[in-house]
């Protein structure tokens, strides 16, 4: 059904696009520059999932729907690392969750990629904590 493929398109969106802001932000506040570098890079690999997503719902008819969450104020690096270290893992549990309910396979193809970078990014932040 185009009309749920599209709404889950949107959901995944929803993920990409709280990432978007939320590392650039956070980048700027820690002190540890590493961290800081790190979350820069992952904040440009955000936008491109985002727009990845948004071209599909696009192509598929539909409209790339995202609602604005506040975020919330984290001081403690170790702190904003489990948020993104748990953010992740939603996020990597959400696409498995999709690539196994989907049948396009070019959209598969797009979201094993993408699910690849986050896993990567988990992987990063583990490392990190």
Not at 30 to 52: P, S, T
Request: hydrophobic share 40%.
């Amino acid at each position: 059904d185009k009309d749920k493929l599209i709404q889950l398109l949107n959901d995944a969106l929803q993920f990409e696009y709280n990432d978007v802001f939320l590392y650039p932000r956070e980048a700027k506040e820690i002190k540890d520059k590493n961290v800081a570098k790190i979350f820069e890079q992952f904040g440009l690999m955000e936008v491109r999932h985002a727009d990845l997503l948004a071209i599909r719902i696009l192509n598929l008819g539909g409209k790339p729907v995202w609602e604005f969450k506040l975020l919330s104020d984290l001081n403690d690096t170790k702190e904003i690392l489990k948020r993104h270290l748990s953010n992740e893992e939603a996020s990597i549990n959400f696409y498995k969750k999709l690539i196994d309910e989907i049948d396009d396979a070019e959209i598969k193809i797009i979201l094993r990629g993408i699910r690849a970078e986050e896993e990567m990014h988990r992987d990063k932040i583990k490392e990190l904590i």
